[in-house]
């Protein structure tokens, strides 16, 4: 295979043509007849003080190039956040931090962090994001010295589909490494989160360079045992991340980079040299398959296979798997059916609580969607979501109309928070605390009602600036029972089958 042909199939790994002009283009016509809803309409930036809402501890649980992350307690519901501050001294190049909210804010995927909202005041800018309670991958690496190859695998498979991901998104992150990995919880098998997106690019369609060929970059950006030998020449593609994961599980294997060097030129030397071996006695205890695998990723980027391939090698095909019984498949069809015939004004309300979850709640629901996910790029089809639930004695014509009722931003398939939203269990959308802050979200002006006006601020206004008035106004008449034009709380209830403690 030439270096055209591996370009060729690298890009592949993109969004097409007609997926980006659905993702990014609004067509205008089609929302007329559409209720539009997205993940980052519920992601609020404020101005002010966010201390009002947060009890913030003063010691950072963990440092940046940019600022510092801190545990803190929302005050409203007790929640659990990390928040990383970014102090207006440290802001050299705004388009760093333009880039990490950005990313943040439309990336859904559950091997990315979650951002909630963002604060800013006069001494910074806040990212108020989920809590990762078991740390960095880093620490983990350390304290264990080296993982077992069912671990690495597991922790391997994560890092690739978060790459796909953001990829297929258009997104090239430029500082993969275990520091940027964190686990939701300290249970095994805990799920991994990729943070920091402070370095990362963003491509848009316009930039495109031509069929077969990717874009190129040419910052020397990233942290030196993880830079790919290309971005020390300023000339490198998306292809850099894949380097990056290989050199990742490289040290989850041994515990050492393959790279290795006392001072950032030794590193960079070693990495252009690229020779690398398998010769400490560690190595001889671990696979071929997992050596194999290794030696296609850490080397020159015309060889270097993509993340695809990485995640359908037989080293990680062998290490991770999971499958659900017919019950569990069929409990989750049940909640899809629901949400697919739920009123428009249900679904924007099952939306908001899906992006606002955390992790422990959702666990079984992420698990499952991974596991219908085949192709890993973050997005569930109409094919994949037949052969996923196969056992729940579907036919095609039913699970494509499914797949209609639940894609809420018209794209084609079933993104995460639409997976989510779509089979949220009820002791969370029935739970009194969490409706109340999900009412307060869309009533603006806080008198108790929630109108049409409202309704289409809270749901991107942007999106929905040529859009008649008589969309959002019938998505209100669904539940307007007292046919005063607005949905106060009982309506706002009734909406989610659930009485007001009163009438209890």
Same mark, same amino acid.
């Given at each position: 295979m030439n270096e055209n042909d591996t370009m060729k199939v690298y890009v592949e790994e993109f969004m097409t043509e007609e997926e980006e002009e659905k993702k990014e283009e609004f067509d205008v016509e089609e929302a007329m007849n559409n209720f539009v809803i997205k993940k980052d309409y519920f992601v609020l930036h404020r101005d002010g003080d966010i201390f009002k809402d947060y009890d913030i501890e003063r010691v950072p649980i963990g440092e940046g190039g940019f600022g510092c992350v801190y545990r803190a307690k929302e005050k409203e519901t007790g929640a659990l956040r990390a928040i990383k501050k970014i102090p207006i001294e440290k802001i050299i190049n705004p388009q760093n931090i333009i880039n990490e909210t950005t990313a943040l804010k439309n990336l859904d995927h559950p091997n990315i962090i979650k951002l909630y909202e963002t604060y800013q005041d006069?001494?910074?800018?806040?990212?108020?994001?989920?809590?990762?309670?078991?740390?960095?991958?880093?620490?983990?690496? &350390?304290?264990?010295?080296?993982? &077992?190859?069912?671990?690495?695998?597991?922790?391997?498979?994560?890092?690739?589909?978060?790459?796909?991901?953001?990829?297929?998104?258009?997104?090239?992150?430029?500082?993969l490494k275990p520091d940027n990995f964190m686990f939701v919880s300290k249970e095994k098998d805990s799920t991994v989160k990729l943070i920091d997106f402070g370095l990362s690019r963003s491509f848009y369609k316009f930039q495109r360079t031509g069929e077969g060929k990717c874009l190129r970059m040419k910052s020397k950006v990233g942290t030196a045992h993880y830079m790919a030998p290309e971005i020390l020449k300023n000339d490198y593609s998306y292809a850099c991340d894949t380097w990056s994961a290989g050199v990742i599980l490289y040290i989850m294997l041994c515990g050492l980079p393959p790279f290795p060097g006392d001072t950032e030129e030794e590193i960079f030397k070693a990495n252009l040299e690229g020779t690398f071996e398998f010769k400490d006695k560690i190595w001889e205890e671990i696979s071929d398959e997992a050596k194999d695998l290794i030696s296609k990723i850490l080397v020159p980027e015309k060889e270097r296979i993509t993340p695809k391939e990485c995640l359908n090698h037989p080293w990680v095909k062998k290490c991770t798997s999971s499958e659900f019984s017919v019950e569990t498949k069929q409990v989750y069809v049940d909640r899809l059916r629901r949400f697919q015939a739920a009123s428009k004004l249900k679904k924007a309300i099952l939306s908001y609580l899906a992006a606002k979850v955390t992790e422990e709640e959702i666990k079984e629901s992420v698990m499952l969607f991974n596991s219908i996910d085949k192709n890993h790029d973050g997005y569930i089809t109409i094919k994949e979501l037949y052969k996923g639930l196969n056992a729940a004695n579907m036919n095609s014509k039913e699970v494509s109309a499914i797949v209609m009722g639940v894609d809420t931003d018209y794209n084609g398939a079933i993104n995460f928070n639409e997976f989510i939203a779509a089979t949220l269990d009820a002791s969370i959308y029935k739970d009194y605390e969490n409706l109340a802050k999900a009412f307060n979200f869309f009533d603006i002006d806080n008198d108790g009602l929630i109108d049409c006006g409202e309704l289409k601020d809270c749901l991107a206004g942007k999106d929905f600036k040529y859009i008649d008035m008589k969309v959002f106004s019938s998505v209100i008449e669904d539940s307007d029972t007292n046919a005063d034009g607005k949905v106060d709380f009982h309506e706002f209830l009734r909406c989610m089958s659930v009485k007001l403690e009163d009438e209890m």
């Open positions: 006069n001494d910074g800018i806040y990212l108020v994001q989920e809590f990762c309670e078991g740390g960095e991958l880093f620490d983990y690496i &350390t304290e264990n010295d080296y993982l &077992t190859e069912r671990d690495a695998a597991n922790i391997f498979m994560q890092i690739i589909q978060s790459i796909i991901y953001c990829h297929k998104n258009r997104i090239c992150h430029r500082d």
